[in-house]
């Protein structure tokens, strides 16, 4: 099964691009990536998913290297309500496997 | 947007009382899921179920047991209440079984 790593925190300045990396080097060609954060004390939120090509969103894009290995979520202005936990997922099949994340502080 | 609802935010209960945690989606999902989560663990896979009366074991099925009665209603029980059974619980739901989860706010159980 392909798992994920990511840093366990970042931060990133108010208003400024905040870019979470995730690496994935044993993931097969047929498992999506995706990304969710969790803000604390709430269940996950989904973003965004993608297979090979990038993917953009009103909340966010996600850059997948041409080689599968690894991805890098990208939030374009973060504003503070943007502190949370990232957590990048390589879904196998109808299983998510959620790692410990990065746990993204936003500041003032 | 999806709606996925649980009955309790915060919930405690002592050891070796029989524990229903429900779940209910407004979305006709066809799939529903049971995860916890525990600092420095992430989430784990507890049942999913992808029809009403069927469901499927995940990582960590041992002490809990599931039920889905009517597709709407995915309820997590926990037979005898032990204390290593202390975490945030989640459940999703998704349209299809490959498709994305949409998550509820979770239920924070203590056993006492």
């Known amino acids: 099964d392909a798992k994920t790593t990511q840093p366990p925190s970042m931060d990133c300045a108010e208003g400024r691009a905040a870019n979470l990396p995730c690496n994935h080097s044993?993931?097969?060609?047929?498992?999506?990536v995706y990304w969710y954060r969790q803000i604390h004390s709430q269940g996950p939120q989904y973003i965004i998913h993608?297979?090979?090509n990038n993917e953009t969103n009103e909340m966010a894009s996600l850059i997948i290297t041409e080689d599968r290995k690894s991805s890098t979520l990208i939030l374009p202005h973060a504003t503070l309500r943007d502190t949370a936990v990232y957590y990048c997922?390589?879904?196998?099949?109808?299983?998510?496997?959620f790692g410990t994340g990065t746990s993204l502080t936003v500041i003032p | 947007d999806v709606k996925v609802t649980q009955s309790s935010r915060y919930l405690v209960k002592r050891t070796g009382e029989k524990v229903f945690l429900e779940c209910v989606q407004d979305?006709?999902?066809?799939?529903m899921f049971w995860y916890r989560q525990d600092p420095g663990l992430g989430l784990r896979l507890i049942y999913f179920?992808?029809?009403?009366?069927?469901?499927e074991k995940g990582d960590i099925p041992e002490g809990y047991s599931v039920s889905r009665e009517k597709k709407e209603r995915f309820s997590l029980i926990l037979e005898s209440a032990s204390t290593n059974q202390t975490s945030m619980y989640l459940c999703?739901?998704?349209?299809?079984?490959?498709?994305?989860?949409?998550f509820g706010p979770g239920t924070r159980l203590t056993v006492l």
């Open positions: 999703a739901s998704s349209p299809d079984v490959t498709d994305t989860q949409y």
């Open positions: 044993t993931i097969s060609g047929n498992e999506y």
């Open positions: 993608g297979l090979k």
């Open positions: 997922i390589v879904r196998t099949g109808n299983q998510f496997y």
């Open positions: 979305m006709d999902h066809e799939n």
């Open positions: 179920s992808y029809d009403v009366k069927m469901k």
